[in-house]
């Protein structure tokens, strides 16, 4: 295919940003049924079959809204930080290895580059939450960089262990040599559950949703956002969602293959650990900001260890 | 950071109902606390002293929509002890069967709330879930969801015939399998209980010298349940055990309150196996006293205290409602000294709020002129201000 | 379940037994106040403003042992302004009631001896209009913020009138004898 073609498919239907967009409409679809249902409860019904277009209609709802900003906030600022945050998410769903252009996607260190950028829309709700002036926004930005603090080591550690075991850095490689021997699934258990709730932790969701805590602080760093901005910021949660599930799918899970294989792999996969988190969100209540700092620094970081020493073990020994 | 000032209400996603917290933080601990109540009064108490019994009637029921009964019952038993007259047993029988109904839908709302609380919705959606059937043998019964209006003078206005009395049996014996479930998530759900264990801790002295009651002061090790310490409606005759907790924290609230569900069951399938044949009112004059009466009930929440002045006319000359709530306040800002803020809303919920009960009391007049508006007055008044603003 | 048919009212109360081992202990032990038993288990005790704390301490701490407030009650019975202290124990409840001047409302605080009634005496203040001395913050509970000053709903000659339909008229009516206020809108 003609190479400007393949690129702006690329860049705008998939990975881009169409397809990105309506797979995290589809993400927030499967979540939102699933806690449903567990709760027995039946979920979204009727905006189309099954209410698979409720979450699209929820961002129109939103885009409709009246657009206020707090009068004390530099204005710059808080118009700017949604967008910083969605920019950021989306440019690590371009580094997924799909699609069709590898050799502009895909370089050695891609991995640092992709967790570097999920790990920016955590900074910005801190920003979000300051330049909001208001009490619940302070407050929700601080626990959300305390809440970094606690659960960002043991789920980087956690997802470096496979890239040790390849020995590299392209996110490529580890999804090839995860897909080439799956039973390596079994070597890195302790690695995949922290890295799940260290995504669960970064996705901010129950049990790890403290700084959006609900009934404490209302919205946390994002209370004083409404209309257009907080559409954003929406889609930036939802995307996230799809790309940390991706990252995960393609590390742990073995990636998705090349050609036309990616889609229903790509679709399977990441709806998996999508499943899984959704499960987790329906069981567990929220936790207080130092019973999590406690549980991840005592049982986190010390199973990620656990977990990096194992990997060093096995290639000492040549078994891997 | 200094100290800071945090306002939790009137308008905040941890309270149901209007209430004004204020506190005074250092990071995350509080080091002082203040309550302001006020925000949903009504004029209850100077409006029972103009309008006669049977009226008063209504507006008792409408103090609250979750303890309705509760209120309507100890308005009643005040003013029939002001009139000299006494229910028949199956009366009795019947007033009994709604408030132990509504104590387990009350219970029930009040889980659902606790956990959703903490961000454990699945709990809230089980609990609501469970008190629907509740809700239905009301709707029954009475034929409204709240507000049951079953209580006059002298007696209750509708019977339970025999039919109804199988689909109730029915029906709560489907619900006590699922209450054990309530219990379990008490004692072993991981996440739930870190949340409540030793938050809001209140030692059995602090409870009883700050006036505590019901569950709130039942956790705290405290044995005081009305039902079984005073002698009214037709508790004496029926077999129960008061659930008491020591450890005084929201977790033993939240387990008093649990079991409290699976006693409701069993006092209702007595009641309903006991219940004699019979006359269901007796007249009542419309004048009663003079004589003053000091009525108490355990709501859900708690003693529900009723004062009556009665002077020999039809209407009430002085009428005082002590909610349960209101008693448990000062026990609250107690609880929340060195409390983290993240516990804030397990510590409001744990005690059960139900403001509007706490708020009734006097007059309607407005606000900064001190004139009162009509209802119709109110409502130009609102529609000329949103056309102006939204031509600005 | 006859415990309510045994009710007297007050007028009547040669017919109520007054022999009754606790109302016998209550009148050694309150020499100065008058106490009388208004049917089973439901006491009346009257004072004066300045026996006030001693009565109520004597109730709690003694063995008669109500130490618990349920609720304190203010009132205007026409004439004069006044508070009831309802006191209870596990099935028994003493009501001491004192009456104030109309001109000179203020009665000591009760809560050193009982810390629970920080808010009754607080909604007393707000809606009566008795003041109680030592009390730490006799702010506004019940009304609202810009409620005028000196205007006490629960007192008799605070009303409001009603048109035919039963709905409040505008405007309220304040007649207070004692400061002449008026205030017609």
Known sequence: MNETLQVLFSLFIFPGLFGMVALALLADWVDRKVYARVQQRVGPMYTGKAGILQPLADVIKLLSKEDITPGESSKFMFNFLPLAAFAAVMSAALLLPIGFLNAYNSFPGDLLIMLYLLGLPTIVYFLAGWHSHSYFGIFGGVRAVTQLFAYEVPFLLAVLTPALLTGSWQLSEISRLSASHPLYLLAHLLAFTVAILGLQAKLERVPFDIPEAETEIVGGPTTEYSGRKLAVLHLTHELMFVVGSATLASIFLGGFGSGLWQFPLFLVKTFAIIFILSLMRAAAARMRIDQLIEFSWKYLAPMSCLQFLFIIVLKVLEIA | MGLVNIAVGPQHPALKEPINFSFQTDGERIVSADARIGYAHRGIEKGMEQNNYVQGLFLTERICGICSHAHSMSYVMAVEEAMKIEPPKRAQYIRCIVGELERLHSHLLWIGVAAHEVGFDTVFMYSWKDREVVMDILERLSGNRVNYAINIFGGVKRDIDAEQAKDILKKIEKLEKRLQYYIDIGEHEPSFVARFKDVGVLTSEQASSLGAVGPTARGSGVTVDHRKDDIFAIYHEIDFTVCIEQAGDALARYIVRARELVESCKIIRQLLEKMPEGEIKVKHPRKAGPAEVVARYEAPRGEDVHYLWADGSDKPFRYKVRAPTLAAIPATLEMFKNAHVADIPVIIASIDPCISCTDRAIALTDSRTGSTMSWKELRDFSNRWYADRSRR | ?185
């Open chain 3, 1 to 185: 379940m006859t415990d309510i048919s045994s009710t007297t009212p007050a007028v009547q109360e040669a017919h109520v037994p007054q022999t009754d081992a606790l109302l016998e202990r209550m009148k050694t032990l309150l020499p100065g106040a008058t106490a009388v038993k208004r049917r089973d288990r439901r006491y009346e005790v009257d004072t004066t403003p300045e026996q006030l704390l001693t009565v109520l301490e004597t109730l709690k701490s003694s063995d008669l042992g109500f130490g618990f407030v349920c609720t304190i009650v203010g009132f205007d019975d026409g004439t004069q302004l006044g508070t009831k202290y309802i006191l209870g124990d596990k099935a028994l409840v003493c009501s001491v009631t004192v009456r104030v001047p109309n001109d000179n409302p203020v009665l000591p605080t009760s809560t050193g001896i009982f810390p629970a009634s920080v808010l009754y005496e607080r909604e007393v203040h707000d809606v009566v209009g008795i003041r109680f001395t030592g009390h730490p913050n006799l702010s506004r509970l019940i009304l609202a913020d810009d409620w005028p000053e000196a205007v006490y709903p629960l007192r008799k000659d605070y009303q409001f009138f009603k048109d035919e339909a039963g709905i409040p008229v505008k405007g309220c009516l304040l007649v207070d004898t004692a400061n002449k206020i008026q205030i017609k809108k």
